[in-house]
C-alpha cells in the first residue's frame, strides 16, 4: 500500500455517494457506521433502527474502475420503538453502535443496539432452493393423494443470491441507563456494553445474564458528577478495557485483577490549565469516544474541541493534541445556546494508526497525520463528490481578512454536523455519515 | 433385512389415525389444519396398499414447511421417512439434501445432528455408515454451539462404527478437513474428533493427528485454542505414555501459558487429567511447575479455576505432592485478594481436609488450614462467609470431639451471630454433623438467640428458610428443649401476615407431630390452635383449620373427633363466607379420619346446612364434600 501521508492534502475521490434520499426524515439520520474486519462490509444503522449492510464489490476485468464501490447487500429493521410500562419510558429504536463481529463461517455477525437492548445478528446467503414437492405438482395444485404412487425427496437447485438477516440473540433487561457503547473482547466469547453509569459482560452465548464489572453510581445520585461515555476493549488483551467519562479521564481496567473492576489500574488525565478555563470547560473536556489503536499502544479520545492521543505507559499527559476546531473556541456561548456543545463526536484510526480521523461542523471532517503532523479539512457534500473528483481541502479563516476559498467561522452550518465516521482496516477507504447521507471516500488509484 | 418390511410397522395401520401419528399432534395454523386434514380425510379413507406413502409423502414434504415445529416434527421423524425410502435411496437422495439444509432454525439442525448420529442401519449398516458424515461436517460449521457439539456427538458415535479400514479412509480425511478448515468454527469442532479416531488407525496417520492437534493448540483463534484445552486431557488419555511425556506436556505447558486467560484456566481442568496418566515421580517435573504458576495466575478467574477443581487435583497428584505444594498453594487461595476465588477455595475445605493423607491429617489442618479459616470467618465479603458456613461443620468428624469443642465451636458460634443470614442458616441447616460429634448441648445457648433472630428476620424468605429447619433442629433438639424455647416461635409463625410463612408453619405442624407424636400434640400445640379459633381476624381463624386439615391424619381419630371436630362444626356458623367453605374444604378432609358415627351424626348436618348457604362458593364447597364423602 502507498504511504498515505504523501497524499494527505489530495488523496480521497468518491467513487459514490450512497443512502442519500432527497427528502429525508428523522428516522433516515445515520447514528452509527462500522467496516467489518475485513473491510468487506459495511454497516450503518439509523435513528429508525434499520441497519444497511454495503458489501464491496469484487473487482471486474470488464470495469476496473468500479473496484471498491459498496453496493447495498442487506436491509433489516434492528430495533423498534418501545414502552417500558414499569417506568413508562419510550424507548427509541435509534441505533447507538453496531459492532462486527470476526468471521466464523460463511456468514456474518454484527452486534446492534439502542439505548437499552443489545442485539446479535446473523447475515448470509442462500443460493440453493429445495425444488419437488409429493403432494403438490409443479404449479402448486394439490395433487390427488391417489396418484401418489412414488415418494420425491426435494432436489436442491441454484436460485437467485438471497441475503437474509436473523437475530440470533437478544441481550436485555440489564441496562436502567442508555447504552453508549458495545465492544467485542479479543477473546471472541464475550462483549461488554456500557451505559451512563456501569459496565456489564456478557458471554456471546447467554443472554439471560450478565455481570456488572464496573459500577460508578453513587449511593445518593445527587452525588452523582461523572458519567461514563464509552468503553472498549483492548485489540489484543482480552482482560484489558478502557472507559472515558464526562471529567475527561480515561480508566484503563485490568480484568485479571478482580472480578469488579471499580478500582481501575491505570488513569489517564490531562491536568486542566488554569489560563483556559471558563464556564465551559466541564462540558468540553467531556469525551465523547474512546479507540485503542489497532497495535494496542495508544488510546485515541474525542472531546468536543480536541482529538488526543495517549500513550497507555504515560498517564499524566496526551502525547499528542490535535486541534479539530479550534476556532469554536470563541463560540462556546452560542454552541450551548444551540445544544452545539453536546455533540458526541467520534474518531477512527486508519488501518495503520498513522492518521486519525474525526468529525467536525458545516458537513467538514478532519484527518491528522501523525507522522508528518500535517492535517486537512474535507467536506462531504453532494457538490464535490462526482465520480473520480478529488477531494479539496477546506480552510476556515478565522482572522479578519477572507481569502478565496476560505469560509468564514460565521458562515458555518451548525446542523450539518459529521459525527460518524469509519476507516477501512486494510485500505484507504472511509465512510463519512453526514445527516442523511453516506460518503465513501477512496484513496486515488494509481 | 428386517426393515424391508411394510412401511409402517413401527406406526399405526394405514388411516386417519396413522395418518396422525405421522403427522404428530404439534399445534399448527388453522390454514395449515385445513389443508392437511381435508386432504387426509378424502383420500385416506379408502385405504389400499398405495396410501401408506400418503403419511410419508407429507412428512417429507413437511421437511420444508414454513412452519417451524412441522419442520421440527418431520426431522424427527426421519428414521420413518429413511425406512421408507429404502436404504439406496436415503443414501443417494436423502442425505444429499440434508447435508445442504444448514440453514434452518437451530432447534431443528439441533434434532438433525442428534438423529443422524443413530442413522447407520437406515443408510445400509456399517459398510455404508461412512455416508452420514457429510451432512455431520456442514452441522459441525454451523456457528451455534449447541448445534455443533452434537454434530461431533453424533459423529463420534459413528466413529464406532467405522471399520479400521474405512475410518482411515473417510473419517479421518473429515477430521483433517475440519481441522484445517478456513473458519474457526470447523477447527473447533475437529478438536473434539481426535480422540476417537486416534487409537484406531496406522502409525502414519496417528502421527498426522498428532500433527493436526498440535497446529490447533497454536491456532490463531483463541475459540480453537479454548476447544483445544478442553480437549488436551481427553486426547493424552488415548495417547501412547511415550508421547503424552514428548507431546502433550509440551501443548500442556503452552496452553496453561497462552496469552489469553481464558485459555489458560482451561488448562487447569486438563491438568487433573494429565496428572493422573503420568508416573509419580515424572509429576513433579512436568506438571507441578504450571500446576504452580496456574495457582499463582496473574488472573483471578485461573485462580478460581484452580480452586475450583482443587479437590481432583488432589486425587490426581497424590498425598506427597499434596503436602508439599498443594497445602501452601490451598493456604494462598483461602487468602486469595479476589473474593471469588476465596469463595471456590472456602467451598473445598472440608473435601480438602477429608482427602488430606490420614497419617499427619489433623497436624496440617490445626497448623495451616485452620488458622486460614478462622480468617476467614470475619471475611468483609458475605459469599466467602456463607460458602464457608456450608462446610465447616463438616471439619468436626474429621477433627473429633475435643479439638471441635477447642478450635471449631467458637468459629460456629461466631458465625451463629454473623450479621448476614445466610451464613446462620448455613450453620443451622448442617447442625446434625456436630451433633454427632459433640452433642447439640454445646452450642444449643448460641443456638437459640440465632434461631429467635432468623424467625423474626424483616424478610420472609429468611423466616421461611428458618421454618423448613424446625423439624431437623427439633429432632436435633429434643422435645424438651423444643417445648421450652421453640415452641412459642412456632405458634408465632402461625399468625405471620404474609401467607407464604402461615402455609409453611402448618406444614411445620405436622412434621413436629409426625416426630414427637400425638399426645404431645394433644398437650401442646392443639389448645393453642383450636384457640385461634375465636380469633378477631378471619385469616387466623382460617388458619386453624388449615392446621386442623394438616394434622388430623397425624393425630388420629380419637383428638380429631374429639378437640378438632366441634370446633369445625362450630366455625360453620362464621360470618364470613371464606371461613365456612374451608369448613366444608376441612370437613371433606379430615372426614376420612373419623368413625362413620361421627360423620352421620355430627358433620352431615352440617355440610346439608352450608349446602344450602347464601354465598355460591359455599354451597359449592358443601356439596363436594358430601359427594366426596358419600353422605347424600
Redesign the interface.
Known sequence: MKCFSRYLPYLFRPPSTILSSTCHTEADIISTVEFNSTGELLATGDKGGRVVVFQREQESKSQPHRRGEYNVYSTFQSHEPEFDYLKSLEIEEKINKIKWLPQQNAAYFLLSTNDKTVKLWKISERDKRPEGYNLKDEDGRIRDPSTITSLRVPVLQPMDLMVEATARRIFSNAHTYHINSISVNSDLQTFISTDDLRVNLWNLEITDRSFNIVDIKPANMEELTEVITSAEFHPQQCHTFAYSSSKGSIRLCDMRLAALCDKHCKYFEEPEDPATRSFFSEIISSISDVKFSHNGRYLMTRDYLTVKVWDLQMENKPVETYQVHDYLRGKLCSLYENDCIFDKFECVWNGSDSVIMTGSYNNFFRMFDRNTKRDVTLEASRENSKPRAILKPRKVCVGGKRRKDEISVDSLDFSKKILHTTWHPHENIIAVAATNNLYIFQDKVN | MYFSGSLLTTEEPPGREGCAVVLGQKPRSAAQQR?SVT?TV???A?ADG??S??P???L??E??NEDVQLRLNSIKKLSTIAL??GVE?TRT??L??LT??I?DEDEVLLALAEQLGNFTMLVGGPEYVHCLLPPLESLA?????VVRDKAVESLRKISQEHSPVDLEVHFEPLVKRLASGD????RTSACGLFSVCYPRVSSTVKAEIRQHFRTLCSDD???VR?AAASKLGEFAKVLEPEYVKSDIISLFTALASD????VRLLAVEACVSIATLLPQEDLETLVMPTLRQAAE?????VRYMVADKFSELQKAVGSEITKNDLVPAFQNLLKD????VRAAAANKVKEFCENLPEDNREQIIMTHILPCVKELVSDTNQHVKSALASVIMGLSTILGKDNTIEHLLPLFLAQLKDECPEVRLNIISNLDCVNEVIGIRQLSQSLLPAIVELAEDAKWRVRLAIIEYMPLLAGQLGVEFFDEKLNTLCMAWLIDHVYAIREAATCNLMKLVEKFGAEWAQNTIVPKVLGMANDPNYLHRMTTLFCINALSEACGQEITTKQMLPVVLKMSNDQVANVRFNVAKSLQKIGPVLDSNALQTEVKPVLEKLATDSDMDVKYFAQEAISVLALA
Not at chain 2, 496469552?259 to 481464558?262: A, G, H, L
Request: hydrophobic fraction near 35%.
Open positions: 389443508h386432504a378424502s383420500k385416506m379408502g398405495d396410501d406413502l400418503y410419508i409423502a407429507v417429507i414434504d421437511l420444508r421408507a425410502l435411496r437422495e436423502l444429499p439434501f445442504d439444509t440453514y460449521t454451523v456457528e451455534e454451539t473458519w474457526f468454527t470447523s483463534t483463541p475459540m479454548r496469552e489469553q486467560d481464558s495466575d496473574k488472573s483471578w478467574r485478594c479476589e473474593a471469588e
